[in-house]
């Protein structure tokens, strides 16, 4: 049976670092180009995760 959890807590070994990365591969970019990277990364994100159950859980927590 696949591992359907999905964590909420704080699970980043390096948030801040994260965030910066994510500031610098959104710079130069148009509002355009910036909302079809950051769906490429989601579907990137979702194809490591694998798991639907999980997918789901996180649609819905980004909506909550």
Known sequence: MPNDHLILTPH???????????????QGLSTEESHAFNARLVLVLANHIGSLAVLRKALEAARA
């Open 12 to 26: 980043l070994d390096a948030p801040d670092d994260f965030y910066e990365a994510l500031l610098d591969a959104h």
